[in-house]
């Protein structure tokens, strides 16, 4: 009887074990061969209004800043000639037009635009682009013209979710740029022209004569295909935004504008089983961002509005511990049945600062008045930072904070694991006691 009695008492004791290991775990680790972004996508569309036409990235072995060639006092000597314009896409630049393309090189997928035609007949122009829904990753790589001096003009901006540039030019030269990283996965990218006299620099008083202070550019155009004699369409507007995006014309579109405050992304032709993704903006705390946010549920058409600031709520998630970033969805429709799945990202150096490790960290989405944690699973770790994913299904406030039951379910977990080795050592023995009770 002693022998049964403690065979019994060690399977509870293993039982508990097994309980303990496995309670509140909100986190996971995926191995080191999952990716945390989309795989390089093989197709490309532009879109304007209800024009939709699929384009392939100009590509060679080059960057896209040997590509483009731009050439000024400080990038050639002397002897060379050096106009402030792109040499390297002579073959072809048009008169009195703009071009948009995507450029394939070594270091990956670029937005690349130039102005007008180097030794044309065009008399210059003014052009103010701005691309919204941009990566967080991404930058200006060449800048056309980017030189120190009184006599520049051009200007280049960074913000939250967009990039943008105006320049001034005089006859016979071109002006442009690229933008370039995170454009490898999955992206779309709205840009919103201001040509001419709609440019910033209109009437403005420049420090060079001989620019135009309305006109030049006359036409609109896209590239596609062969880096060396690629195909080119006119886009139907110089006045409407240009959506340049991964996916097919069939597939559900996104674009992007820019706010006050933060970015709307506006979703159309969307069937509710379709996964859309879009660029939130970064959020409010520094070493952490918001990266993407996957949005299914919607029932044709959405538009989300993402702000970097949090207005006051009755209770701060979790109570009594200070979140680490906020995002905010302030007007949302066509998501009442929607759910997301969010992305986003925090650095090593900010979870040190905080004394957290990746797994003491959780999104939280707020339904109502209350806020809610929600699983979180760490997706990768690169250098300098960790990658995360979570579920939830409320946009409105979204918040990235320590999990308070992350130190107890840990705690939990190595009790449980202890006792389970425990009581597996002990069931051995009780085996043992159970055979010489039964001799």
């Not at 691309?131 to 930058?139: D, F, I, K, Q, V």
């Not at 905010?328 to 009442?336: I, K, L, R, Y």
């Not at 051995?428 to 159970?434: A, D, Q, R, S």
Request: one cysteine or more; glycine letters at 10%.
């Amino acid at each position: 009887m002693t022998g049964r009695y403690l065979t019994i008492a060690v399977i509870g004791l293993l039982m508990i074990g097994g309980i303990g290991s496995a309670a509140g775990q909100t986190h996971s680790t995926s191995g080191p061969s999952e990716q945390l972004s989309a795989p390089p996508a093989d197709s490309y569309v532009v879109e304007q209004g209800s024009f939709c036409q699929p384009i392939e990235p100009l590509s060679s072995d080059e960057t896209i800043k040997s590509f483009y060639e731009y050439r000024s006092h400080e990038t050639h000597s002397d002897d060379v000639e050096r106009l402030y314009s792109s040499y390297g896409t002579t073959h072809f630049q048009h008169d009195d037009t703009s071009s948009l393309f995507l450029y394939e090189g070594p270091n990956g997928l670029s937005l690349g635009m130039v102005h007008d035609r180097l030794g044309g007949e065009s008399e210059g122009a003014l052009v103010t682009l701005e691309a919204t829904g941009l990566p967080h990753e991404s930058e200006w790589v060449v800048k056309d013209d980017n030189y120190t001096g009184e006599t520049r003009m051009d200007e280049y901006e960074r913000g939250d979710g967009w990039a943008s540039a105006s320049w001034a030019y005089q006859d016979g030269r071109t002006d442009g740029g690229a933008l370039q990283g995170g454009l490898d996965g999955e992206f779309a990218v709205t840009v919103h022209p201001r040509f001419n006299e709609d440019a910033a620099f209109a009437s403005a008083d420049l420090p060079v004569s001989g620019i135009p202070e309305s006109g030049g550019i006359e036409e609109w155009d896209v590239l596609s295909g062969s880096a060396e004699n690629p195909d080119r369409a006119s886009l139907p507007s110089l006045d409407d935004p240009v959506t340049i995006r991964t996916g097919t014309c069939e597939e559900p579109s996104v674009t992007y504008d820019r706010t006050s405050d933060g970015l709307t992304a506006d979703v159309t032709n969307a069937a509710p089983d379709d996964s859309v993704g879009v660029h939130p903006t970064r959020g409010t705390g520094n070493g952490v961002r918001f990266e993407r946010i996957e949005v299914t549920g919607i029932d044709s058409d959405a538009s989300l509005t993402f702000e970097s600031h949090f207005s006051e709520v009755s209770e701060t998630p979790p109570a009594d511990v200070e979140p680490l970033s906020y995002l905010t969805v302030t007007e949302q429709s066509g998501t009442s049945n929607a759910s997301a799945t969010v992305s986003f990202t925090v650095s090593k150096d900010r979870l040190e600062e905080r004394g957290l490790e990746p797994d003491e960290v959780a999104l939280y989405e707020q339904r109502g008045d209350e806020w809610t944690a929600v699983e979180t699973t760490v997706r990768n770790e690169s250098d300098g930072e960790y990658h995360f994913e979570a579920d939830v299904t409320s946009l409105s406030r979204l918040a990235v904070a320590p999990n308070t039951d992350a130190a107890s379910a840990g705690s939990i977990s190595l009790v449980g694991i202890g006792v389970g080795l425990a009581a597996g050592a002990v069931l051995g023995l009780g085996w043992l006691v159970t055979a010489r009770t039964r001799d």
